[in-house]
């Protein structure tokens, strides 16, 4: 994998006109937390050696209805003095025993913004490499972050688009699942590439079984909540509390939250409890200060989620922060091996990003993949409510794990194919019937889409006709029929081996395919969209224009959204 560090210019004074108070509401929302409340907690440890608990007397605090409005801006953050004080050291109380956080080091800001790009998937050769393997991708964290630069004045930098996670961002009209004996639908199809008339586009849509709330399991969820000084700024702490007190308000009697906060050390604010009041009080009484012990709070998140485990229930970590990891366990490879050893006792993670200046997403992205959760980028309390209200089932209940994908094409229908997006996904071909290889998980109503650009054979593709090229083998040639083989894999909650299920793509549908219409077209103006973000040179002279056209009109207000983000897009690239 390449990583990549970038560093932006804050955004230019002239802001560009974007026409659509549909994207302005997200810069009007930010600018209403502004205000300051009159009583807040902070939360950055002892300096002294002595043993203290930090808990927060909800039953004082008054109540809260509903979905919250944005929260007050907490008040600025604490002083370089202040964040340089001597290490510090916690214990805090749990039902079980208490928990140790070691002494911690100060660490400057890195003041960037960092991302993992991964470069654009290269073209396959049926004949050398018939067979793509990838695991599913629920994330949709890519498309947020996308919006937020572009309502900023600013075209994303590359490693930040993921097209899948673009494509994902969306919902599409497949068939769902009777009941949960197979867990989620497959649906196939295949339409003419709109911006390449020699080859055409394979998409492979999934959806979850929708799980009514009866059949819902009790839930036991750990906020993390970083209050360090970096949280500060109005994009962050306050959309962090927004968002998890709306969650806090789908939550049914079975279910239980404790919240854990950390600056320059990690506490316990709030017990477990499903009292909404009590939770709404706690985090609305949090603000920012103090460096960030992200490794001690998460392991200390973790150390709660044990110890109020429920037995064939959900057992998740919610972590939000703007991914800077700077004090305590701030080595990936380290955070990645306590992640995994969790996710395997049945704790799951789910983040939650924030902010801009400092927002470490490759950090986000990666340790969520690691934990069998999600990674979302929450720019706005829309964005907060769709993540953590309307999507909140989707979210936490799993209903099939290590689901994986694996396609097969014929060389004597298909030449030469690339997946869009997918790259940081991609599985070898050994690991599709390797159960012992982790793979992503898809929650309860949960939609997958993944897009194929295929070379019919015999037909001018990418890559010129090879000069010692093998044959095509009898046994392709005697499947003429088939066009390729899809097969997935995955398991229910709580097995342990995979079932597969698997499907024909027929030549037919090749020699029938049209120009995509509806909602194919526009999963496929989304593909395009984030593949022109990130220079791809085999979208020919596709332009926003055209995505517009082919994404058509919408009603949908986050297709419209879409559309007006297009316009955003072609006005900074002038094209």
């Given at each position: 994998?390449?990583?990549?560090?970038?560093?932006?210019?804050?955004?230019?004074?002239?802001?560009?006109?974007?026409?659509?108070?549909?994207?302005?509401?997200?810069?009007?929302?930010?600018?209403?937390?502004?205000?300051?409340?009159d009583?807040?907690?902070?939360?950055?440890?002892?300096k002294?050696?002595?043993?203290?608990?930090?808990?927060?007397?909800?039953?004082?605090?008054?109540?809260?209805?509903?979905?919250?409005?944005?929260?007050?801006a907490?008040?600025?953050?604490?002083?370089?003095?202040?964040?340089?004080?001597?290490p510090?050291?916690?214990?805090?109380?749990?039902?079980?025993?208490a928990?140790h956080?070691?002494?911690?080091m100060?660490?400057?800001?890195?003041?960037?913004?960092?991302?993992?790009?991964?470069e654009?998937?290269?073209?396959?050769?049926?004949?050398?490499?018939?067979?793509?393997?990838?695991?599913?991708?629920?994330?949709?964290?890519?498309?947020?972050?996308?919006?937020?630069?572009?309502?900023q004045?600013?075209?994303?930098?590359?490693?930040?688009?993921?097209?899948?996670?673009?494509?994902?961002?969306?919902?599409?009209?497949?068939?769902?699942?009777?009941?949960?004996?197979?867990?989620?639908?497959?649906?196939?199809?295949?339409?003419?590439?709109?911006?390449?008339?020699?080859?055409?586009?394979?998409?492979?849509?999934?959806?979850?079984?929708?799980?009514?709330?009866?059949?819902?399991?009790?839930?036991?969820?750990?906020?993390?909540?970083?209050?360090?000084?970096?949280?500060?700024?109005?994009?962050?702490?306050?959309?962090?509390?927004?968002?998890?007190?709306?969650?806090?308000?789908e939550?049914?009697?079975?279910?239980?939250?404790?919240?854990?906060?950390?600056?320059?050390?990690?506490g316990?604010?709030?017990?477990?409890?499903?009292?909404?009041?009590?939770?709404?009080a706690?985090?609305?009484?949090?603000?920012?200060?103090?460096?960030?012990?992200?490794?001690?709070?998460l392991?200390?998140?973790?150390?709660?989620?044990?110890?109020?485990?429920?037995?064939?229930?959900?057992?998740?970590?919610?972590?939000?922060?703007?991914?800077?990891?700077?004090?305590?366990i701030?080595?990936?490879?380290?955070?990645?091996?306590?992640?995994?050893?969790?996710?395997?006792?049945?704790?799951?993670?789910?983040?939650?990003?924030?902010?801009?200046?400092?927002?470490?997403?490759?950090?986000?992205?990666?340790?969520?993949?690691?934990?069998?959760?999600?990674?979302?980028?929450?720019?706005?309390?829309?964005?907060?409510?769709?993540?953590?209200?309307?999507?909140?089932?989707?979210?936490?209940?799993?209903?099939?794990?290590?689901?994986?994908i694996?396609?097969?094409?014929?060389?004597a229908?298909?030449?030469?194919?690339?997946?869009?997006?997918?790259e940081?996904?991609?599985?070898?071909?050994?690991?599709?019937?390797?159960?012992?290889?982790?793979?992503?998980?898809?929650?309860?109503?949960?939609?997958?889409?993944?897009?194929?650009?295929?070379?019919?054979?015999?037909?001018?593709?990418?890559v010129?006709?090879?000069?010692?090229?093998?044959k095509?083998?009898a046994?392709?040639?005697?499947?003429?029929?088939?066009?390729?083989h899809?097969?997935?894999?995955?398991k229910?909650?709580?097995a342990?081996?995979?079932?597969?299920?698997d499907?024909?793509?027929?030549?037919?549908?090749?020699?029938?395919?049209r120009?995509?219409?509806?909602?194919?077209?526009?999963?496929?103006?989304?593909?395009?969209?984030?593949?022109?973000?990130?220079?791809?040179?085999?979208?020919?002279?596709?332009?926003?224009?055209?995505?517009?056209?082919?994404?058509?009109?919408?009603?949908?207000?986050?297709?419209?959204?879409?559309?007006?983000?297009?316009?955003?897009?072609?006005?900074?690239?002038?094209?």
């Amino acid at each position: 994998m390449k990583s990549t560090t970038m560093a932006f210019e804050a955004p230019r004074s002239q802001k560009l006109a974007i026409g659509s108070s549909m994207l302005i509401a997200h810069a009007m929302i930010l600018a209403a937390c502004t205000s300051q409340s009159d009583e807040q907690i902070v939360v950055t440890g002892s300096k002294a050696p002595s043993e203290r608990v930090t808990t927060v007397d909800a039953e004082a605090l008054p109540p809260s209805t509903g979905y919250p409005p944005p929260p007050p801006a907490p008040n600025a953050p604490v002083s370089t003095a202040d964040m340089a004080a001597a290490p510090q050291s916690i214990a805090v109380k749990a039902s079980r025993h208490a928990y140790h956080i070691p002494p911690v080091m100060i660490a400057p800001q890195p003041g960037r913004e960092r991302y993992d790009g991964e470069e654009v998937s290269p073209v396959k050769m049926v004949q050398a490499e018939p067979v793509s393997t990838f695991s599913v991708d629920v994330d949709t964290g890519a498309y947020a972050n996308t919006r937020r630069f572009l309502t900023q004045g600013q075209l994303p930098p590359r490693d930040a688009v993921r097209t899948e996670e673009m494509i994902n961002y969306f919902r599409y009209d497949y068939l769902a699942p009777k009941d949960r004996s197979q867990p989620f639908t497959v649906t196939t199809g295949v339409a003419k590439t709109p911006w390449n008339e020699n080859t055409y586009l394979m998409r492979i849509g999934l959806r979850g079984y929708d799980l009514p709330h009866s059949e819902r399991p009790p839930a036991n969820l750990v906020f993390l909540m970083d209050v360090s000084g970096s949280m500060g700024s109005p994009d962050k702490l306050p959309l962090v509390k927004n968002a998890l007190s709306g969650l806090a308000g789908e939550l049914s009697p079975q279910d239980k939250v404790s919240i854990v906060v950390y600056a320059g050390a990690a506490g316990l604010v709030l017990e477990p409890t499903n009292d909404t009041r009590k939770i709404r009080a706690a985090l609305d009484n949090l603000r920012a200060g103090g460096s960030t012990a992200g490794g001690a709070g998460l392991k200390l998140a973790y150390n709660i989620a044990e110890d109020n485990m429920i037995k064939g229930g959900v057992n998740r970590v919610i972590i939000a922060t703007d991914g800077d990891f700077n004090v305590g366990i701030s080595d990936r490879d380290a955070l990645v091996e306590l992640i995994e050893e969790k996710r395997d006792s049945g704790i799951t993670l789910t983040t939650l990003g924030f902010g801009t200046g400092n927002y470490n997403e490759a950090m986000m992205e990666q340790i969520a993949n690691h934990g069998n959760g999600n990674y979302a980028y929450i720019d706005s309390a829309l964005e907060a409510k769709k993540v953590l209200g309307d999507e909140m089932q989707s979210t936490l209940f799993t209903i099939a794990k290590d689901v994986k994908i694996q396609v097969e094409f014929n060389p004597a229908v298909i030449s030469q194919y690339r997946l869009v997006g997918y790259e940081n996904r991609a599985l070898r071909e050994e690991d599709f019937d390797n159960d012992k290889v982790d793979a992503g998980d898809i929650g309860a109503g949960h939609q997958v889409t993944a897009i194929y650009e295929v070379v019919p054979a015999g037909t001018k593709g990418w890559v010129g006709p090879r000069r010692y090229e093998d044959k095509v083998p009898a046994e392709a040639n005697r499947r003429m029929a088939e066009a390729a083989h899809v097969k997935l894999r995955y398991k229910l909650p709580n097995a342990t081996t995979s079932k597969l299920i698997d499907y024909v793509v027929p030549n037919s549908a090749l020699k029938n395919a049209r120009q995509p219409t509806g909602d194919f077209a526009f999963a496929a103006s989304v593909a395009a969209f984030g593949q022109l973000l990130r220079g791809d040179e085999l979208m020919m002279d596709f332009t926003y224009d055209d995505i517009d056209q082919l994404a058509g009109r919408q009603n949908d207000y986050w297709r419209q959204e879409f559309l007006r983000l297009t316009e955003v897009a072609k006005s900074m690239k002038g094209g």
